[in-house]
């Protein structure tokens, strides 16, 4: 008997799941999982990711084990573990979602096409969320999109047939990060993975937490709260996109029912629910931009800029960034609470990397890996246009400087997350946070905190860095060469709801 295998990537689920639904109503299924060590041992990869990824997975051996069938996995180089399984029983179909994922998963999923190819046997890949392979047109996504979210929400089969037990289809144990070759991590996972623990996520934030989602995501001090957090079960699949948005669309319903029936609903939740169906828009449309360029993870999607920093790294600057040691308040709470937590809000992740470039003057391809293997939900299609984004060589995006000053008084006025984070300034008055080095040296001896000591100085002038850099990235974006590229970059990215001279957040 030839197996029918459901691959499973990063689509950890079984309801929503086109793959088993389709695998499932012809016959006995083998599911699969493949620990890939070229993966496991990336730059982008972190033992955390590990943690919250074996979560899943046991999560979903679980689920299949109550529809009848169990999570088979296994350790080795795809299509060399395919190859195993087809020389011993025969494959007769392959059975997985489309990923979009770094440049090795990209690299692995044209091997395996060729070598499937090659064997005669199908592979059978669908959609998982509002992603588009072979896109034709941008013009066409924000159609296509609505179009998926509009489907209903694919049922769990209500019954997963198994490969018949005398085949003696082995199992490997669950990979430690010991046995990955992998250091310990730094943390534990703040949020467990898992299908009961996205459904959970995202119904605390759809009935509670999620109200003032709108006025409260920029701040980090309201953002852990207010935010769905639901992203690393997005990043995994443990939730699909399609299912957030229907929830979404159900619980606005509901509370546009219950204040047409009198009860009264806080208007908050209305501007709050849109704006959240508008960012899981938002996520399928950065992931559409890896998609149709993988090269974005380690080119610039605008090559006007190739040469811009590549020369001018500061390996001193970079470590003082990694450490949270930059002398700047704000950027270095926010550093330290990601290396804690693994998660901080996206205005946050903004400034981090718009510092990084900016600031530090840093090519954005170190930075982007380093807060790869930081975010628990790092997801390669919008980590990396983002870093890009935030380092202004898209060419078609808004250039935005943040001053971490400013960033403070508007998201930390009271200095909470910064005293959280960054306790040498424990006893600094309100006024004097953001910019400690802005005290005398009689304040500082007075307040506990020896600037140069204790907390370290500025390693770079706000100023001076603000418009050195602002000189040389405008003088860059307005060259003949760079408008010419953004035109380019523009119909293949850019977001159709804004013009090229407004362009996307």
């Known amino acids: 008997?030839?197996?029918?295998?459901?691959?499973?990537?990063?689509?950890?689920?079984t309801t929503d799941h086109a793959s088993l639904a389709a695998a499932a109503a012809r016959g006995p299924c083998l599911c699969l999982f493949v620990y890939e060590p070229e993966l496991l041992q990336a730059p982008d990869f972190d033992p955390t990711h590990l943690e919250f990824l074996n979560q899943s997975l046991a999560s979903l051996h679980s689920d299949l084990q109550r529809l009848g069938n169990q999570l088979v996995l296994r350790v080795g180089r795809l299509p060399d573990v395919f190859i195993e399984l087809h020389r011993e029983f025969g494959i007769s179909a392959i059975f997985g979602h489309e990923e979009t994922g770094n440049w090795i998963s990209y690299q692995r999923d044209r091997r395996v096409r060729a070598w499937a190819k090659a064997a005669g046997i199908p592979c059978h890949e669908f959609p998982s969320n509002g992603v588009v392979r072979r896109l034709s047109s941008r013009d066409d996504w924000s159609a296509i999109w609505k179009q998926r979210m509009?489907?209903?929400?694919?049922?769990?089969?209500?019954?997963?047939?198994?490969?018949?037990?005398?085949?003696?289809?082995?199992?490997?144990?669950?990979?430690?990060?010991?046995?990955?070759?992998?250091?310990?991590?730094?943390?534990?996972?703040?949020?467990?993975?898992?299908?009961?623990?996205?459904?959970?996520?995202?119904?605390?934030?759809?009935?509670?937490?999620?109200?003032?989602?709108?006025?409260?995501?920029?701040?980090?001090?309201?953002?852990?709260?207010?935010?769905?957090?639901?992203?690393?079960?997005?990043?995994?699949?443990?939730?699909?996109?399609?299912?957030?948005?229907?929830?979404?669309?159900?619980?606005?319903?509901?509370?546009?029912?219950?204040?047409?029936?009198?009860?009264?609903?806080?208007?908050?939740?209305?501007?709050?629910?849109?704006?959240?169906?508008?960012?899981?828009?938002?996520?399928?449309?950065?992931?559409?931009?890896?998609?149709?360029?993988?090269?974005?993870?380690?080119?610039?999607?605008?090559?006007?800029?190739?040469?811009?920093?590549?020369?001018?790294?500061?390996t001193d600057w970079f470590?003082?960034?990694?450490?949270?040691?930059?002398?700047?308040?704000?950027?270095?709470?926010?550093?330290?609470?990601?290396?804690?937590?693994?998660?901080?809000?996206?205005?946050?992740?903004?400034?981090?990397?718009?510092?990084?470039?900016?600031?530090?003057?840093?090519?954005?391809r170190q930075p982007a890996l380093?807060?790869?293997?930081?975010?628990?939900?790092?997801?390669?299609?919008?980590?990396?246009?983002?870093?890009?984004?935030?380092?202004?060589?898209?060419?078609i995006n808004a250039i935005r400087i943040y001053s971490p000053a400013r960033q403070a008084a508007d998201q930390d006025p009271r200095g909470d997350?910064?005293?959280?984070?960054?306790?040498?300034?424990?006893?600094?008055?309100?006024?004097?946070l953001a910019e400690p080095q802005r005290l005398t040296r009689l304040q500082q001896g007075l307040f506990g905190c020896q600037i140069g000591r204790d907390y370290p100085a500025p390693i770079v002038h706000h100023e001076t860095a603000f418009r050195a850099a602002q000189q040389r990235i405008f003088a860059a974006r307005d060259s003949a060469a760079a408008r010419a590229a953004a035109r380019r970059v523009y119909d293949r990215h850019g977001s159709r709801r804004r013009s090229l001279t407004d362009p996307e957040r």
């Open 1 to 13: 008997m030839a197996l029918q295998i459901v691959w499973f990537r990063r689509d950890l689920r």
């Open 150 to 314: 509009r489907h209903l929400v694919i049922p769990e089969p209500a019954e997963v047939p198994s490969v018949p037990a005398q085949l003696s289809i082995t199992s490997a144990p669950t990979l430690t990060w010991q046995q990955a070759g992998l250091t310990a991590p730094r943390v534990c996972s703040p949020q467990a993975g898992g299908r009961q623990q996205a459904i959970d996520c995202l119904q605390s934030f759809l009935q509670v937490r999620g109200r003032n989602y709108r006025s409260e995501m920029s701040s980090p001090v309201t953002a852990a709260e207010s935010c769905s957090r639901i992203s690393p079960y997005l990043t995994y699949g443990c939730l699909s996109v399609r299912e957030a948005v229907s929830a979404g669309r159900q619980r606005l319903q509901q509370l546009r029912s219950e204040q047409q029936s009198g009860t009264t609903v806080d208007s908050a939740w209305f501007q709050s629910l849109v704006s959240f169906e508008s960012r899981l828009a938002w996520h399928c449309h950065f992931i559409q931009k890896l998609e149709d360029e993988p090269t974005i993870e380690f080119r610039n999607v605008n090559s006007a800029f190739d040469g811009l920093r590549e020369h001018e790294f500061r």
């Open 319 to 364: 470590e003082a960034w990694q450490q949270g040691r930059t002398g700047y308040p704000m950027v270095d709470a926010c550093m330290r609470s990601l290396l804690a937590g693994a998660w901080i809000n996206f205005r946050m992740r903004a400034m981090l990397m718009s510092f990084a470039a900016y600031h530090l003057w840093l090519h954005w």
């Open 370 to 395: 380093f807060l790869a293997r930081l975010f628990l939900d790092y997801e390669p299609g919008i980590h990396y246009c983002q870093c890009q984004m935030q380092s202004g060589v898209t060419g």
């Open 417 to 432: 997350f910064i005293r959280r984070w960054v306790p040498e300034l424990e006893g600094v008055p309100d006024e004097f």
